[in-house]
């Protein structure tokens, strides 16, 4: 396996909306994560995924792009832009960009030039089709709810969009449009970023026939996925994307990739493909859905949870590599999620999480936040979401499908604005998110859970990820070693080994709020045993052959035969 930096790295996305806020509009922005660089540099990580601060309209919080080379005015200048850069690069943190060119906005200049007329030059930068019985040519659902095609009177044609009808499609059968994706990337890496996040990036090849989708119980549209994600051309479009626009620098490239699996992700990541370093796939995220989906949680179990990322660990072991995440923007807070939001066992919870994460084969992901134990927010008025998701989903299902408490409960656990709350810095009003009126409440937790108070505490959540972050730069067996599950049917503990040669660690994570026993399997020998990191105190000489784990419990081994 080759050894490079992208693999060494541990990455922090920031949402800048919500990170911080430098000018007191409420709204995050770019001189307020060169504010907090040096926080991040002290938490130890290595790279920047920061999500879009394109210029936008904002229908789906900058993941609506309408110009490419400029920055959103509520995030600041382009000199704001190049200050942020060269700090991050003085404190040795890279800048890994979001790239969003499935589609663009509806106010882009392409798209204005592509609605006008079919002959204008800029209309096979999207994706139209006419009909000619009155309805829309397939009959897909899109993800924010409604049809994927809009119709448009003025060339009584559909577009496609696979998300808002503010978001169409880009045509990635245009070889022109190709170009101008390629040369605004390396517009963005000729400004020295290293790297590009590529957002729904297996959906750029469309099965170009557009045949129907299939329609499941309850629902309106049919299920067109099959016929746009991991599509005919996609190997070929992103193999050229590497010849075009990334192979003459030294970069990070990640897709995220719903629906992916692990035969496509080997495709995509192998190292004599061409293609990405990394894919962040959706399985796990995905437990316990219901049939509308996250809006109505089922529970889960952690088998279910230990086969999805066992057959990822073992499935891309020797040629490929993966992305390890919790959380992100689109989901919700990781204690929430995985853990235990209570009092009790919140920090607790979240240092297990950690463990479990870091201690896997794999670049590991840390969402912001996610260093200082935040949680899900319970707002109980829909007027206080701002996701374009939840909203739609709450007008679609309603009361319909689900009731009002029934969605709420969906909401509550998974909204996508769980993530999207500000980051909680300290004690005073809006957490020192702002000295204006944040763009969306702050989580009313922030008293007890911020920024100043974790950093004050030695045995905070925060410094325990900043000790993960060191032993990961320390021992390659983190970074390099293979994965083997162990204790496979047991439904509350999570525990593995990661080898390297003669370096052997047992990682042992207890995701229950309950006291179950850890018993060494009988292929596991050691004639010595050194405790690297655990998420309560422990008697370093108790014997691991068989050990009571207290809830939430966590701990990492070094094993020597």
């Known amino acids: ?25 409420g709204i995050g922005d770019i001189n307020g994560i060169t504010e907090k660089i040096p926080y991040l540099s002290e938490l130890g990580i290595d790279v920047i995924w920061l999500s879009p601060v394109y210029k936008s309209p904002n229908d789906d919080n900058g993941y609506d792009i309408s110009d ?36 663009s906005s509806d106010e882009h200049q392409w798209f204005q030039e592509s609605r006008k007329s079919k002959d204008n030059p800029y209309r096979d930068y999207y994706i139209w089709k006419k009909t000619d019985n009155g309805e829309p040519p397939t009959n897909w659902g899109a993800a924010f709810g409604g049809s994927v095609w809009e119709f448009e009177e003025q060339t009584g044609e559909y577009y496609l969009h696979l998300f808002s009808k503010k978001q169409p499609d880009l045509n990635w059968e245009n070889p022109v ?38 329609i499941r119980e309850g629902h309106k549209y049919g299920n ?35 629906g992916v699996t692990v035969e496509e992700g080997k495709l995509y990541t192998g190292e004599d493909r061409n293609e990405l370093n990394m894919v962040f796939h959706f399985e796990h995220v995905g437990l316990g859905d219901g049939q509308y989906g996250k809006w109505d949680p089922r529970p889960w179990k952690l ?3 230990k086969e999805i990322f066992t057959k990822w660990q073992k499935g891309l072991e020797n040629d490929g590599w993966n992305s390890l995440y919790w959380s992100n923007h689109d989901q919700p807070r990781a204690i929430s999620r995985w853990g235990n939001g209570s009092d009790e066992y919140r920090v607790v919870s ?16 840390i969402y912001q936040g996610e260093e200082i134990g935040m949680t899900n927010v319970n707002f109980n008025d829909i007027n206080d979401y701002r996701d374009i998701e939840t909203l739609n989903a709450y007008r679609d299902l309603t009361p319909d499908s689900l009731t009002h408490e029934e969605i709420f409960k969906g909401i509550h656990e998974r909204s996508r604005d769980n993530a999207r709350t500000p980051v909680q810095w300290d004690g005073s009003p809006n957490a020192g998110f702002t000295t204006g009126t944040p763009w969306i409440n702050v989580n009313p937790n922030y008293e007890e859970i911020n920024a100043e108070a974790v950093l004050k505490d030695e045995e905070s959540i925060f410094h325990y990820y900043k000790k993960l972050i060191q032993l990961r730069k320390q021992n390659e067996v983190i970074v ?4 083997d599950l162990v204790m496979e049917e047991d439904e509350q503990i999570f525990a593995f080994t990661r080898t390297l040669g003669e370096d052997q660690l047992l990682v042992m994570c207890n995701f229950s709020g ?45 094993l020597k035969k």
């Open 68 to 103: 490419y080379r400029n920055i959103m005015d509520e995030f600041g200048t382009m000199q704001d832009f190049d200050r942020m850069l060269a700090k991050a690069h003085e404190h040795g943190i890279k800048i890994m960009m979001d790239l969003v060119v499935n589609h």
């Open 514 to 558: 309950e006291t179950p026993i850890f018993k060494l399997p009988e292929t596991l020998s050691y004639s010595f045993k050194e405790l690297l990191i655990s998420n309560l105190n422990v008697n370093e000489n108790e014997s691991i052959d068989e050990l009571t784990l207290k809830p939430y419990e966590a701990r990492v081994y070094r």
């Open 480 to 483: 390099y070693g293979t994965f």
């Open 1 to 25: 396996m080759n050894k490079t930096w992208w693999k060494e790295s541990v990455i922090y996305q920031i949402y800048p909306r919500s990170f911080n806020d430098s000018n007191g509009d």
């Open 303 to 305: 088998t279910e949870l």
């Open 177 to 214: 449009l190709r170009n101008e994706v390629y040369e605004m990337m390396r517009y963005w890496l000729d400004k020295g970023i290293d790297g590009f996040r590529m957002d729904v990036i297996n959906f750029i090849s469309k099965d170009t026939s557009y045949p129907q989708g299939e």
């Open 224 to 258: 067109g996925s099959k016929h746009y994600m991991n599509g005919p051309r996609i190997h070929e479009f992103l193999q050229e994307m590497n010849k075009e626009a990334l192979r003459d620098y030294d970069t990070i490239t990640v897709g995220e990739m719903p």
């Open 350 to 365: 979240g240092k297990m999480l950690a463990t479990c994460l870091h201690m896997m084969q794999g670049t590991p992901y």
